[in-house]
């Protein structure tokens, strides 16, 4: 039976939050097709995709197919139990799940590849437990789950919504945030202006992101604009003379920042790759990270703001600063009472850390012992007014940014920024707007499916709002906030989401997709002839896996501890896989 594209099942309804988000009420379209008796059709797979494969769409895959095992084992158990009678009419129709997971780029991960900090590799180490998902393909014939790997796959662009949507049993949007959060000021466009994303993206090696190579290099060694001087010099390990300004308090601005400072020798153990080392040089002279709010208010966590404070400890060459005014200038009875809240403790520990920080900073000051080279400074209760270009009409490009002082007005937990009417000018070179990330609707959602104020897909518990076989998971249904263990709750929140719909009405699935697991025109293998009529080079898991083996050659490693040389373009990885690598 032909089901209806999504385009026409949202559009064909009027929207209301009040039936139409509530988990397991999906309709049939043909109601001839739905029958109160017990199943009496064979048993057979169930299909699901996954849009996306960062660790929201891998933690989906592994606890949906645990989710389906452990289903399908209760089932026995009962049927066993009660074998004197009929037990069809209470059995799941369903003898396990096969999942495919589709990727935009030929290699998986996501934020763990493109976004986790590169010296931060314990992190990293989370693609070991995603690679044993794909690996962990039971023999069907035991009812176990199968999870497929398609990368290279663009939805919205390659296959639409709407096609997987009428192809499986279920859809899950895993697909994250690809934009960013608006900040409204004016000089965004100046040339040396970057957001995070860009940032971060281009100093791990994301192919969309090569661009960004061109412009810090600009900022860091060409400055005049004139070739001369100090271009070459990042190729020599030489540190930067730059200034560079970070915007947000949040845990990305302490990445960018880090990675700004410690520069090649800090770095050429990690997987940056070796063309970003040679624009970072040695990293660059001073780097400012500047929050709207206070240090009670900050969004960055202890662990990271401590590593800032410990580079020089540790051999980097960077100091960490902050201003002891600044920090009791946040100190409002309002903030005293964040502090005290249970809420509060982490907050009271990188209250102890900056003080402590600040009053190195001021001892620092005094002695006349040898200063650090490079600086990371906070700072706090500055609010961004625009950015100003150095007037030069032969080479316009950042040279400053205005901030307004700031203090802090509200209840606690609610305290504002509110200007004082005080204004500072900080030197710049590069800027870095590192307010957060932002999310996007793909191709075939319609205002109704899409929050576009909170750039989230609207979702009640992960089911998408609306009669649709749709589910959401990660940054693009709870916005971009979380750590990567902060999916596993949130995937097992949609994975329980899913087992409603199916188990509310498997008939209706089964009448949706009448057939048999032999139908080339379901899942897998109607994705495949899809992607295959379109020509689309879709990448496997296992040629995947042989990507993986050729970015971490000896041969390509500049040393005996660089975990990987990402390929820096999707051409590079393609034509690996033509040359079996
Ligand atoms: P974030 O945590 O949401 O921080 C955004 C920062 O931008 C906040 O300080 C916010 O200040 C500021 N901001 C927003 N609008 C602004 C404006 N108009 N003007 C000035 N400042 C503005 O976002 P993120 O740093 O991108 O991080 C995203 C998520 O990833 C977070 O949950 C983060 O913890 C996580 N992450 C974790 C790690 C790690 O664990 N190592 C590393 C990276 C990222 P206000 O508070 O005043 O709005």
């Known amino acids: 039976m032909a089901r209806p594209s999504l385009r026409s099942f949202v559009e064909s309804r009027s929207y209301s939050t009040h039936d139409s988000c509530t988990v397991g009420k999906r309709r049939l379209h043909n109601s001839a097709a739905v029958t109160d008796s017990p199943i009496t059709h064979g048993r057979r797979r169930l299909r699901a995709v996954v849009v996306g494969s960062g660790p929201s769409g891998f933690y989906t895959a592994k606890y949906l197919t645990s989710s389906v095992n452990k289903r399908i084992a209760a089932d026995r158990e009962t049927a066993t139990s009660s074998s004197s009678s009929s037990t069809s009419s209470s059995s799941w129709p369903f003898s396990g799940i096969d999942i495919d997971i589709l990727e935009r780029l030929p290699t998986p991960y996501g934020l763990v590849r493109y976004g986790v900090a590169p010296d931060h590799p314990e992190v990293k180490n989370v693609e070991n437990d995603f690679a044993a998902v794909p690996g962990n ?56 202006v970057l957001t995070a994303r860009q940032f971060v993206n281009w100093y791990n090696g994301h192919p969309e992101f090569g661009y960004v190579a061109d412009i810090v290099r600009e900022a860091l060694w060409d400055r005049d604009g004139n070739n001369a001087g100090d271009v070459d010099d990042a190729d020599n390990g030489a540190i930067s003379k730059a200034k560079a300004v970070v915007i947000g308090n949040g845990n990305v601005a302490l990445d960018c920042a880090r990675i700004l400072a410690k520069g090649r020798r800090g770095l050429k153990d990690t997987d940056v790759p070796s063309s970003v080392l040679d624009v970072l040089g040695d990293g660059v002279e001073k780097v400012v990270v500047v929050g709207r709010r206070g240090h009670v208010q900050g969004a960055f966590t202890i662990k990271e703001l401590r590593e800032l404070t410990k580079l020089q400890k540790e051999g980097y060459d960077v100091s960490f600063r902050v201003r002891q005014e600044e920090l009791d200038m946040g100190m409002t009875e309002a903030s005293l009472q964040e502090l005290q809240l249970a809420s509060g403790r982490p907050k009271m520990r990188i209250d102890a850390l900056l003080r402590e920080a600040a ?193 971490r050659d000896r041969d390509r490693l500049r040393n005996d501890v660089q975990p990987r040389e990402k390929f820096l373009s999707v051409d590079e990885m393609l034509a690996c896989l033509q040359s079996t690598c």
């Open 137 to 192: 393909t039971h023999s069907r014939a035991h009812g176990g789950g199968t999870v497929s790997y398609f990368g290279n796959v663009d939805v919205g662009r390659h296959v639409s919504l709407s096609t997987l949507s009428a192809l499986y049993d279920v859809v899950v949007l895993a697909y994250g945030c690809q934009s960013d959060r608006g900040l409204t000021i004016p000089g965004l466009d100046l040339r040396g």
């Open 359 to 551: 009053a190195t900073t001021e001892e620092e000051g005094e002695g006349d012992h040898e200063a650090p080279t490079k600086t990371i400074e906070l700072r706090l209760l500055m609010n961004p007014i625009r950015i100003e270009s150095n007037n030069n009409r032969n080479n316009p490009r950042v040279h400053h940014v205005i901030f307004e002082r700031t203090q802090l007005q509200g209840e606690p937990g609610k305290q504002l920024s509110v200007g004082t009417g005080q204004y500072e000018k900080i030197s710049a070179d590069l800027v870095i707007l590192s307010v957060g990330y932002k999310g996007s609707p793909l191709e075939g959602m319609n205002e109704n499916m899409f929050d576009s104020q909170r750039g989230i897909v609207v979702n009640n518990q992960g089911k998408v709002c609306g009669d649709n076989n749709l589910f959401v998971v990660g940054w693009i249904k709870r916005s971009p906030t979380g750590i990567i263990g902060s999916n596993i709750m949130d995937a097992k929140e949609t994975v329980a989401s899913i087992m409603k719909y199916i188990d509310s009405n498997p008939q209706n699935l089964l009448a949706l997709h009448e057939d048999s697991d032999d139908d080339l025109s379901k899942g897998s293998r109607g994705l495949i002839r899809h992607l295959e009529a379109n020509n689309v080079k879709y990448v496997t898991w296992d040629q995947f896996l042989q990507i993986d083996q050729a970015e």
